[in-house]
């Protein structure tokens, strides 16, 4: 099976549902408070940002992220919760 086959529109749906493990909030909020300290006055690169599960609530914490995805879908759901100004 092709990546874009696995990562597809309905994949991206997916993504977004709330989680459990490391995406449930009791995780990811500390998790993104942890990688703001990171960051510091920098930035952040994110790999595979996905829907921005993690950049999206690090960029309204001030961090200015850019993210690389190869997933068209991935990018679209993306772009439905920020414009290209706040996440490049």
């Given at each position: 099976m092709r990546q874009d086959e696995i990562w597809d529109v309905d994949a991206a749906r997916r993504y977004d549902t709330p989680g459990t493990g490391m995406f449930a909030p009791e995780v990811l909020g500390p998790t993104v408070g942890r990688l703001a300290e990171f960051a510091g006055d920098g930035q952040a690169l994110e790999f595979a940002i996905g829907t921005g599960r993690v950049a999206v609530p690090l960029s309204e914490r001030g961090v200015p992220v850019t993210g690389l995805e190869l997933s068209a879908p991935m990018i679209d759901?993306?772009?439905?919760?920020?414009?290209?100004?706040?996440?490049?």
């Open positions: 759901q993306l772009r439905t919760k920020v414009d290209e100004a706040t996440i490049r």
